[in-house]
C-alpha cells in the first residue's frame, strides 16, 4: 500500500520561499508520477507540478514557472517543491501526489499541508 507523507508547509510572508517535501512508502512497481497539486479556498484542486520516475521531466503550471522547481530523490522516494517569491494567492493545501504509469495506473494523494502566504 503506497502512503505519501507530506511536510514543511507553514506560514511566510509575500515574497518569501518555502519548500514543502514528500516522502512515499509502499512498493515501487514501475515507472511512476509524483508531483504536487493544491486547493485554494473556494477553488478546484489544480496541478502545481509534476516529475516522471524515468526520465525527471517535469510540468509545471503556468501560474508558478520561474517560482517553482520541483525536485526528486529516488533513493530515499521522496519530491520536494522548492518555492520562490511566493504571492497571498499561492495560499492553499498542498497535495502530494503519486501516479503508477502502469497497469493498474493506480493514483494516490497525501493529506495535504497548508500553506499560507501572508503579512
Known amino acids: 500500500q503506497v502512503q505519501l507523507v507530506e511536510s514543511g508547509g507553514g506560514l511566510v510572508q509575500p515574497g518569501g520561499s518555502l519548500r514543502v517535501s514528500c516522502s512515499k512508502s509502499?512498493?515501487?512497481?514501475?515507472?511512476?508520477?509524483m508531483g504536487w497539486y493544491r486547493r485554494a479556498p473556494g477553488k478546484q484542486r489544480e496541478l502545481v507540478a509534476t516529475i516522471a520516475s524515468l526520465d525527471s521531466a517535469t510540468k509545471y503550471a503556468d501560474s508558478v514557472k520561474g517560482r517553482v522547481t520541483i525536485s526528486r530523490d529516488s533513493n530515499k522516494n521522496t519530491v520536494d517543491l522548492q518555492m520562490f517569491d511566493l504571492k497571498p494567492e499561492d495560499t492553499a493545501v498542498y497535495y502530494c501526489y503519486y501516479k503508477l504509469e502502469v497497469f493498474p495506473f493506480r493514483e494516490y494523494w497525501g493529506q495535504g499541508t497548508q500553506v499560507t502566504v501572508s503579512s
Open positions: 509502499g512498493p515501487i512497481d514501475g515507472a511512476y508520477t
